[in-house]
């Protein structure tokens, strides 16, 4: 892996060091801790990026992307998607785990270049899917953080990331827009552009809750 340089290398939160890997299996979602300091993806597909990028300056990676079924995920987690990683455990996640206390949505209003027939056109059944990694034994700590955790979430970008981190009240550490998914990737908005629904909830509706960094790219 290859953490940027820049970025301070954090411990291994406690929440996520108590987690037994003889269980192989996991309890009752620690959804806060889950979404404070993490790193969210909207659109991520099947990119590991930010693990490689970011592992270790956060610990907790939330990705959504509403073009993934929950069968190509799952034959993905087999194959063993990250690096010196090797999966420890992993669970389905129900609706009402991730928003306990209901949601009520308040997205903003559609700019002339947003289609929600793309996202008709690509929207697969909706689901989640909480996993935990653990470093190989024979890789060493540079090599990246000893265990991270990944939280996949089969919806749209805009609305799971006011629907989590506005309704628990956090900010993620960083967001991620690396492959963005316009045109053929299906996407019904453009998440780059400063104007856009996502850079909207993110940015504005609540300033105090904003990511310290932005991966960018792709």
Same mark, same amino acid.
């Given at each position: 892996? @290859?953490?940027?340089?820049?970025?301070?290398?954090?411990?291994?939160?406690?929440?996520?060091?108590?987690?037994?890997?003889?269980?192989?299996?996991?309890?009752?979602?620690?959804?806060?801790?889950?979404? !404070?300091?993490?790193?969210?993806?909207?659109?991520?597909?099947?990119?590991?990026?930010?693990?490689?990028?970011?592992?270790?300056?956060?610990?907790?990676?939330?990705?959504?992307?509403?073009?993934?079924?929950?069968?190509?995920?799952?034959?993905?987690?087999?194959?063993?998607?990250?690096?010196?990683?090797?999966?420890?455990?992993?669970? !389905?996640?129900?609706?009402?785990?991730?928003?306990? @206390?209901?949601?009520?949505? @308040?997205?903003?209003?559609?700019?002339?270049?947003?289609?929600?027939?793309?996202?008709?056109?690509?929207?697969?059944?909706?689901?989640?899917?909480?996993?935990?990694?653990?470093?190989? !034994?024979?890789?060493?700590?540079?090599?990246?953080?000893?265990?991270?955790?990944?939280?996949?979430?089969?919806?749209?970008?805009?609305?799971?990331?006011?629907?989590?981190?506005?309704?628990?009240?956090?900010?993620?550490?960083?967001?991620?827009?690396?492959?963005?998914?316009?045109?053929?990737?299906?996407?019904?908005?453009?998440?780059?552009?400063?104007?856009?629904?996502?850079?909207?909830?993110?940015?504005?509706?609540?300033?105090?809750?904003?990511?310290?960094?932005?991966?960018?790219?792709?």
């Amino acid at each position: 892996l @290859n953490m940027i340089s820049c970025l301070s290398r954090r411990e291994t939160p406690a929440w996520l060091k108590k987690i037994d890997p003889s269980i192989a299996s996991l309890g009752g979602l620690p959804l806060r801790e889950l979404l !404070a300091d993490s790193v969210y993806y909207p659109s991520c597909g099947f990119d590991g990026t930010p693990v490689r990028l970011l592992g270790g300056f956060a610990h907790s990676f939330v990705f959504a992307d509403y073009g993934v079924t929950e069968a190509e995920l799952l034959r993905n987690a087999d194959s063993q998607p990250f690096l010196g990683y090797t999966l420890i455990c992993s669970r !389905a996640v129900e609706k009402d785990e991730l928003i306990p @206390n209901g949601w009520k949505p @308040n997205l903003p209003a559609l700019g002339r270049d947003d289609c929600f027939e793309r996202s008709v056109l690509s929207t697969q059944a909706p689901f989640a899917h909480w996993s935990v990694y653990g470093r190989d !034994a024979q890789r060493k700590p540079e090599h990246g953080p000893d265990r991270f955790s990944l939280l996949y979430i089969c919806g749209d970008g805009v609305a799971t990331y006011q629907a989590l981190y506005h309704e628990q009240g956090c900010a993620p550490r960083a967001i991620c827009l690396i492959q963005s998914g316009e045109a053929f990737g299906g996407n019904w908005t453009t998440f780059g552009r400063r104007s856009g629904p996502l850079a909207t909830v993110v940015l504005d509706q609540r300033p105090d809750l904003r990511p310290a960094v932005l991966l960018y790219g792709g």
